[in-house]
């Protein structure tokens, strides 16, 4: 099982970005979603999550900016991201539960981070 997180790059103060990541491999079924952050120098931080039945949660932070979206038919989520800033600045990485096909059990996926850069 795979999580491949693209869409990461540079952009402006105020501009917009869109990640997706995608699961693949042995997937079963994919529980819960997310994605997380770490800048320079943090911790590792939730910025959304989504349930399979589509419920959302946000950091304080990036409420009213990001949005996060699944496609339960292809294994992927999205983060819209608007009206960004520079302390929006991390690497960025997708999180998920997912059963694959010679588990008994959901396990703990994570990409391997895309880096969003917010500078002018």
């Known amino acids: 099982v795979q999580l491949q997180a693209s869409g990461g790059g540079l952009a402006q103060p105020g501009g917009s970005l869109k990640l997706s990541c995608a699961a693949s491999?042995?997937?079963?079924?994919?529980?819960?979603m997310g994605w997380y952050r770490q800048a320079p120098g943090k911790r590792r931080e939730l910025v959304a999550g989504?349930?399979?039945?589509?419920?959302?949660n946000y950091a304080d932070s990036v409420k009213g900016r990001f949005t996060i979206s699944r496609d339960n038919a292809i294994n992927t989520i999205y983060l819209q991201m608007d009206s960004l800033k520079p302390e929006d600045t991390a690497v960025y990485y997708c999180?998920?539960?997912?059963?694959?096909?010679?588990?008994?059990?959901?396990?703990?996926?994570w990409g391997r981070g895309t880096l969003v850069t917010v500078s002018s």
């Open positions: 989504i349930t399979v039945g589509g419920y959302k």
């Open positions: 491999g042995r997937v079963v079924r994919v529980n819960a």
């Open positions: 999180r998920a539960d997912i059963l694959d096909s010679a588990a008994l059990t959901y396990a703990e996926y």
